[in-house]
């Protein structure tokens, strides 16, 4: 998989498309006109997904996760300006008319959000939710076949006994079960891309590890692309293969788990993994992100996290960093110290992400580390 960023000297990053590739975004831009001005929500956002991978978009609130999601599955309000491409197993999304875009929905791409209840209908039973997108994809199937594929795949996210609740309508589950039955529906026409917003946010913690988990046997049945959209970086540990964490519209740093995790080479990913390094005082313990995202209406030149970043010099003032490769092949960094970042203070990241990472990888479901304090959970391949 490939992640990039349309750079500031306008250059595209994505290296070329194989026969596994199903989902290409090349310089997403969306634009949302208001009253105020304009909103640029999204400003040139590039990954490229195969078969089976799994990307996490990590970000706060309002970086441009959700937007850069819906833009994918097309559904914008119309006043959304949207520029750039996105194929889906090479067929080009933007543009598209209303009643392919929604065929591509029902089979092609899933998508989960936060809360169940936006996807489910609250007077018919689940059973009858699954069969009916089951029904409507796949001609020639009998309503017998659809309804003992429904209480397989009811089986499949976790939900117990599952010929039984089958006939349960979504007031009768509680919030997690609900996410499964949402994720049953999602697999049910083997999408080959399934998109899933905040899909624990809404839960309790005891359960957000078992919904990722059972994400992730969707995932593994239907050999699909994930893309798992949150604010947390503990989810994705354990369960995602790559991250991109985005800021103000972009992504400023992509790489793998261990990239992000181990060597984090942007001051913002350090403020996600719950401190930021103090430069003035290399012998203090890092200090906690403070302030608040940018306004996306008129966004001043230079770094937009630039007023919030202990290592601001003027050069971030003037100049927005493009997305650069580090050291590491596939690892990039939107940051005009990257470098510096991990000559001084990778130490000091080491051991503060370590102690972040230990808890948010116990809540994302995976082992705790033996041997280094920073290693992120594992995969987990056991269903909830
Ligand atoms: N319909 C709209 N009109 C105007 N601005 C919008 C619209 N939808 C989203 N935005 C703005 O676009 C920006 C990105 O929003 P987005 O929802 O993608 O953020 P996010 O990272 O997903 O945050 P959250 O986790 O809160 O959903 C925000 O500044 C938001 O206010």
Redesign the pocket.
């Known amino acids: 998989m490939t992640v990039s960023g349309r750079s500031a000297d306008g250059r595209a990053e994505l290296a070329l498309p194989t026969e596994d590739t199903v989902l290409e975004v090349d310089d997403l831009r969306?634009e949302?006109p208001?009253e105020d001005g304009v909103?640029r929500?999204?400003r040139g956002v590039g990954y490229r997904l195969e078969r089976g991978e799994s990307l996490g978009i990590v970000?706060?609130?309002?970086?441009?996760?959700?937007?850069?999601a819906?833009a994918v599955m097309g559904l914008?309000?119309k006043?959304?300006r949207v520029a750039g491409s996105v194929r889906f197993q090479g067929t080009e999304l933007l543009g598209l008319g209303d009643s392919a875009l929604s065929d591509i929905r029902g089979s092609g791409i899933a998508m989960i959000f936060q809360d169940p209840m936006t996807s489910l209908n609250p007077v018919y039973s689940v059973g009858h939710q699954i069969e009916e997108g089951l029904l409507r994809h796949n001609a020639g199937l009998s309503r017998k076949a659809a309804r003992d594929r429904a209480v397989d795949l009811l089986g499949i996210v976790g939900i117990p006994h599952p010929a039984r609740r089958v006939d349960d309508y979504p007031h009768e589950l509680s919030g997690g079960m609900r996410q499964r039955v949402v994720i049953a529906i999602g697999m049910a026409n083997d999408p080959a891309v399934i998109i899933a917003?905040?899909p624990t946010t809404a839960l309790d913690v005891t359960v957000q590890a078992q919904i990722l988990d059972a994400l992730e046997t969707a995932r593994d049945e239907t050999g699909a692309a994930l893309v798992l959209?949150t604010?947390d970086l503990g989810v994705v540990a354990g369960h995602t293969d790559r991250v991109a964490v985005?800021y103000a519209?972009r992504v400023v740093e992509t790489g793998s788990v261990e990239d992000i995790f181990y060597t984090p080479r942007m001051p913002y990913t350090l403020g996600l993994l719950g401190s930021l390094p103090r430069m003035d005082r290399a012998e203090e313990r890092l200090t906690p992100i403070t302030g608040s995202p940018p306004?996306?209406l008129n966004l001043p030149p230079g770094c937009p996290f630039a007023p919030r970043c202990p290592m601001r010099e003027d050069v971030c003032d003037r100049d927005e960093p493009a997305l650069r490769t580090t050291a590491h092949a596939g690892h990039r960094s939107a940051c005009h110290f990257a470098d510096r970042l991990v000559d001084t203070a990778a130490d000091e990241v080491f051991e503060v992400t370590g102690a972040d990472t230990e808890a948010l990888a116990r809540l994302a479901g995976g082992d705790a580390p033996e041997d280094s304090p920073a290693r992120p959970a594992g995969p987990r391949k056991d269903p909830a």
């Not at 970000?59 to 850069?68: A, H, I, L, Q, R």
Request: overall charge negative; charged content about 15%.
């Open positions: 969306v949302f208001t909103v929500a999204v970000g706060e609130s309002g970086s441009g996760k959700s937007v850069t819906l914008l309000p006043t959304a917003d905040e959209i604010h985005m519209g306004s996306l």
